[in-house]
T-cell receptor, first 112, second 113 residues
Framework: DAGVTQSPTHLIKTRGQQVTLRCSPK?????VSWYQQALGQGPQFIFQ???????QRGNFPDRFSGHQFPNYSSELNVNALLLGDSALYLC???????????FGNGTRLTVT | QQQVKQSPQSLIVQKGGISIINCAYE??????FPWYQQFPGKGPALLIA?????SEKKEGRFTISFNKSAKQFSLHIMDSQPGDSATYFC????????????FGKGTKLTVNP
């Protein structure tokens, strides 16, 4: 039973560029949440998707956007990258919105 | 504004000892308090969670103690093992479950053999 899978595992981008990160939820899960984890910090909630709609959003600028597809997989897009966007981006899935989260191993984004 | 304050930042314990990690919160709307364990290169994994209607919850060697009046909760790891060496995060939400979790900054636990 595959857990949450994220791609790519590592990514290096230049300031000002755009990036797309991908997530496949655990089998049977329909809700996807995205978190940003800066080095030495706890994860910070970005947003949550359910039924292809953004349900909840954290305190992140509009440069951060997402999408959920009919197969429940999800993308996180970040535009106009800043150096401060360098972090581990974690995707988590759950069966319904408030059930326990299962995290993927993340995508390490480095902005130079 | 840090909504969940976690301490200590790092902790070294001998094998067989008790590891204690503390968290404090201000938002009285929080009603779900999970603890996550994260190994290097991996995503966080749920260890144990508690709701404010109980003061203690135990699962194996892991126990959460919850003090609603003090707005504090803690994780106790009994008989700590080298395999418990990881970073531990407390978290909280006001949604009754795992939506929109607010995490502490983490505690790096090292258990010496």
């Amino acid at each position: 039973d595959a857990g949450v899978t994220q791609s790519p595992t590592h990514l290096i981008k230049t300031r000002g560029q755009q990036v797309t990160l991908r997530c496949s939820p655990k089998s049977g899960h329909d809700t996807v949440s995205w978190y940003q984890q800066a080095l030495g910090q706890g994860p910070q909630f970005i947003f949550q998707y359910y039924e292809e709609e953004e349900r909840q959003r954290g305190n992140f600028p509009d440069r951060f956007s997402g999408h959920q597809f009919p197969n429940y997989s999800s993308e996180l897009n970040v535009n106009a990258l800043l150096l401060g966007d360098s972090a581990l981006y974690l995707c988590a899935s759950s069966l319904v919105a408030n059930s326990p989260l299962h995290f993927g191993n993340g995508t390490r984004l480095t902005v130079t | 504004q840090q909504q969940v304050k976690q301490s200590p930042q790092s902790l070294i314990v001998q094998k067989g000892g008790i590891s204690i990690i503390n968290c404090a919160y201000e938002n009285t709307a929080f009603d779900y308090f999970p603890w996550y364990q994260q190994f290097p290169g991996k995503g966080p994994a749920l260890l144990i969670a508690i709701r404010p209607d109980v003061s203690e919850k135990k699962e194996g060697r892991f126990t959460i103690s919850f003090n609603k009046s003090a707005k504090q909760f803690s994780l106790h790891i009994m008989d700590s093992q080298p395999g418990d060496s990881a970073t531990y995060f407390c978290a909280a939400s006001s949604t009754g479950g795992s939506e929109k979790l607010v995490f502490g900054k983490g505690t790096k636990l090292t258990v010496n053999p």
